[in-house]
């Protein structure tokens, strides 16, 4: 069972999903439809995954490709980064959701709507799950996507520990009466500046009539449902008037608390997405990572509820997602101390911005904020190892296909480049011999030597990497798979 609806559960529904294994996913909203926007866009690595289950071009489609990427507003472009999407996606959460559910919703999976998980009782076989309205259901796991406030982590003790907020930031979208005198910011009109309470801005939505608000402030204990009044307020005080602001579609409020789950894991309970971590929303990486902890997640928890692998499997989704949600924390701390505006700040943003001008250090926390930089610690080895593969346009015995391509069903994949011997592999591997590539290139760390083999999981992520010998690949084959059918 999935606790949540938004981007992270409904792609760790799909990829359970895709791997025949019976989900339901749990949500409290009638429909789909986000009443705000949500997030902005698309980071490439998220792109990619995307893309290695071949629905990437529904979202294409939808957004606008474009350089997204920044830190505390100084661009990091990465359009010289080895990748076929080089580039992020400009498209609001509403829209991502909608595409993705019906993604979801081809794979036949059951959304229970208007229930929320009121309690969870566990014992060694499953997870008694009380619903509201007065229901239950019985999975053998039970995950929670179901946001910072997680009535799903609570209800299973883990700590959240963190930093508390200080900032609360006002955002909403309205109708101005009065207009203002607009910039070009990314290609739309609008307005931003930094003050000593962080960034403040006005942006025209894509219908060119409503616009976009944020206002922020110190926090101090700021709660409940912002008002329209609350709004006006903020606005004279930042910018004199209110401009006529009238007609919100919505407002709301959120803050730079930042918080990581202790676990991701208690028993039969795990946690993915925000449920696991809290930060500010400062580059966009919030929704980004949850979907990357889904796909992680997925695979393996089918694999353990299906018998081919056992539960200590589980045990390395915390191990290699905590520590990427880690950096994330960092660099939007980082990133959200430069949102603010005096003298000394200012110079440090100006020293930050001329260190990311440089081309390593530019490349090293764009990979990081992409998530193409992410490599899992599977000891020493090849450069390939622990990171994501490559989309590689391969020759095989069916003709021209790409890396991605064969990675649509989320099986396990042996791509041979040196013919050979190849042992016996699970159920749901398969294996491909390819013409030898070339050229190997990675992002952040450039040119790495050709391999002779690699083992890929359903992830993306490669998990051996053959050196003219098939040494170590039987223990890569039963440590991730479970080895070959018996």
């Known amino acids: 069972m999935v606790a949540g609806g938004g981007p992270t559960g409904l792609m760790l529904a799909g990829e359970l999903a895709l791997a025949g294994v019976d989900v339901v996913i749990v949500e409290r909203r009638l429909t789909q439809d986000l009443a705000r926007s949500g997030a902005?866009?698309?980071?490439?690595?998220?792109?990619?995954?995307?893309?290695?289950?071949?629905?990437?071009?529904?979202?294409?489609?939808?957004?606008?490709?474009?350089?997204?990427?920044?830190?505390?507003?100084?661009?990091?472009?990465?359009?010289?980064?080895?990748?076929?999407?080089?580039?992020?996606?400009?498209?609001?959460?509403?829209?991502?959701?909608?595409?993705?559910?019906?993604?979801?919703?081809?794979?036949?999976?059951?959304?229970?709507?208007?229930?929320?998980?009121?309690?969870?009782?566990?014992?060694?076989?499953?997870?008694?799950?009380?619903?509201?309205?007065?229901?239950?259901?019985?999975?053998?796991?039970?995950?929670?996507?179901?946001?910072?406030?997680?009535?799903?982590?609570?209800?299973?003790?883990?700590?959240?520990?963190g930093w508390d907020p200080s900032i609360s930031s006002l955002i909403a979208e309205v109708e101005l009466g009065d207009e203002p005198e607009w910039d070009d910011v990314g290609g739309r009109p609008g307005v931003i500046r930094q003050d000593e309470n962080g960034t403040q801005a006005l942006g025209v939505r894509e219908d060119g009539k409503r616009v976009g608000v944020v206002i922020s402030r110190p926090y101090a204990g700021q709660t409940?449902?912002?008002?329209?009044?609350?709004?006006?307020?903020?606005?004279?005080?930042?910018?004199?008037?209110?401009?006529?602001?009238?007609?919100?579609?919505?407002?709301?409020?959120?803050?730079?608390?930042?918080?990581?789950a202790a676990s991701y894991k208690e028993g039969r309970v795990l946690l993915a997405g925000d449920a696991a971590h809290v930060h500010y929303p400062v580059g966009g990486q919030g929704l980004n990572i949850g979907v990357q902890d889904a796909v992680n997640l997925g695979w393996k928890l089918a694999q353990v509820v299906q018998g081919a692998s056992p539960d200590n499997l589980l045990d390395t989704y915390q191990a290699e997602r905590h520590p990427v949600a880690a950096g994330v924390l960092q660099n939007t701390m980082a990133a959200t101390a430069?949102?603010?505006?005096?003298?000394?700040?200012?110079?440090?943003?100006?020293?930050?911005?001329?260190?990311?001008?440089?081309?390593?250090?530019?490349?090293?926390?764009?990979?990081?904020?992409?998530?193409?930089?992410?490599r899992y610690e599977f000891g020493d080895g090849h450069p390939l190892l622990g990171r994501r593969m490559p989309d590689l346009d391969l020759v095989t015995a069916d003709g021209p296909r790409r890396v991605f391509s064969?990675?649509?069903?989320?099986?396990?994949?042996?791509?041979?480049?040196?013919?050979?011997?190849?042992?016996?592999?699970?159920?749901?591997?398969?294996?491909?011999r390819a013409e030898p590539v070339r050229a190997w290139e990675l992002p952040v760390i450039g040119?790495?030597?050709?391999?002779?083999?690699?083992?890929?999981?359903?992830?993306?992520?490669?998990?051996?990497?053959?050196?003219?010998?098939?040494?170590?690949?039987?223990?890569?084959?039963?440590?991730?798979?479970?080895?070959a059918e018996s």
């Not at 995954?49 to 529904?58: E, Y």
């Not at 401009?243 to 407002?251: A, C, D, E």
């Not at 993306?460 to 003219?468: F, L, R």
């Open 406 to 432: 064969l990675l649509h069903d989320a099986r396990p994949l042996l791509i041979d480049f040196g013919r050979l011997v190849v042992p016996p592999l699970p159920d749901r591997a398969h294996a491909v």
């Open 447 to 483: 040119a790495v030597p050709a391999p002779s083999a690699v083992l890929i999981r359903p992830d993306g992520h490669v998990a051996w990497v053959g050196e003219e010998t098939d040494a170590g690949l039987a223990n890569a084959l039963s440590t991730w798979f479970g080895g």
């Open 40 to 161: 902005g866009g698309l980071h490439s690595r998220t792109i990619e995954v995307l893309d290695q289950r071949g629905i990437a071009d529904r979202f294409l489609a939808e957004g606008r490709a474009m350089q997204v990427q920044s830190f505390a507003r100084i661009p990091l472009d990465i359009s010289d980064f080895p990748t076929r999407h080089n580039y992020g996606l400009a498209l609001w959460q509403k829209d991502f959701e909608r595409i993705l559910a019906d993604w979801v919703g081809e794979l036949g999976v059951p959304i229970a709507r208007e229930r929320e998980v009121t309690g969870v009782a566990q014992d060694e076989t499953g997870v008694d799950v009380e619903l509201s309205a007065g229901r239950s259901l019985r999975a053998e796991y039970l995950v929670g996507c179901d946001g910072g406030r997680s009535i799903v982590r609570k209800a299973a003790g883990i700590d959240f520990p």
């Open 338 to 374: 430069l949102t603010r505006s005096d003298p000394r700040i200012d110079a440090v943003r100006a020293t930050v911005a001329e260190l990311l001008s440089m081309d390593e250090p530019r490349r090293r926390l764009a990979g990081m904020m992409s998530g193409l930089d992410v």
């Open 224 to 260: 409940g449902d912002p008002t329209l009044r609350e709004l006006s307020q903020a606005l004279i005080s930042v910018w004199g008037t209110d401009y006529g602001v009238h007609s919100p579609t919505w407002i709301s409020r959120f803050t730079d608390m930042t918080r990581q």
